[in-house]
């Protein structure tokens, strides 16, 4: 059983701040590492996937993989009231299927 | 409409009657999958589909049955639905022939109550 693992939550983090989700995986042959984004009630939609240790960022967002460690991260920098959400790590189990984690949720304080 | 669409999006049942679950996608990937969220567990993989004819099962396949004749749909089966089935089901497609070619696109979610 491939496990994803996420930091317990809920995090809560004022506005403009930087929000840190972390994640661990215990498949050590896993290559694609996603990060899922959920509002209340309604479905994930992908916000970030990184594939090489480093870091990855896109706007907001920076992921970073650590291979050696099977960490992954999420940073979500000047943090807005539209940025809480459950935030779903997901790692690749093969056959083009997504282990996920339980998810972190976040919530931004106005 | 384009996209991936799951119907019904609310249902409630009783203990042992059979539901089914539908899922329809409009963009003709050929993986399709069925999950289970269940507040502390995340998202868990009952059943998927690599293609059309092609099925297998996933982490919590028990008391659940798919089929898929066509690329387009993916049908879940509940035999005889149980309490411990109330749930959000999402389905959800992927096309390995496009980066990432491990992203999955998902469904609104079909909320079912076993009563």
């Known amino acids: 059983q491939k496990e994803v693992e996420q930091n317990s939550g809920p995090l809560s983090v004022p506005e403009g701040a930087i929000a840190s989700l972390n994640c661990t995986y215990s498949?050590?042959?896993?290559?694609?590492f996603f990060w899922y984004r959920q509002y209340s009630g309604k479905s994930p939609e992908l916000i970030m996937f990184i594939y090489s240790n480093g870091d990855k960022e896109d706007g907001r967002f920076t992921a970073q993989l650590n291979k050696a460690s099977q960490y992954v991260s999420l940073l979500i920098r000047d943090s807005q009231p539209s940025d809480s959400a459950t935030y779903l790590c997901a790692v690749n189990a093969g056959d083009y299927k997504l282990s996920f984690g339980a998810g972190t949720t976040v919530t931004v304080r106005a | 409409d384009a996209g991936i669409t799951q119907s019904p999006r609310y249902k409630i049942t009783e203990t042992g009657r059979q539901v089914t679950l539908m899922c329809h996608q409009t963009?003709?990937?050929?993986?399709m999958f069925w999950y289970r969220q269940d507040l502390g567990h995340g998202l868990r993989l009952i059943y998927y589909s690599a293609a059309a004819d092609i099925t297998d099962k996933g982490e919590v396949p028990d008391g659940y049955v798919v089929s898929r004749s066509k690329t387009e749909n993916f049908p879940l089966t509940l035999e005889s639905a149980t309490r411990s089935q109330t749930s959000v089901y999402f389905c959800?497609?992927?096309?390995?022939?496009?980066?990432?070619?491990?992203?999955?696109?998902f469904g609104p979610g079909t909320r079912l109550t076993v009563l």
């Open positions: 498949d050590q042959g896993s290559q694609s």
């Open positions: 963009w003709s990937h050929s993986y």
């Open positions: 959800a497609s992927s096309d390995p022939d496009n980066p990432p070619d491990n992203e999955q696109f």
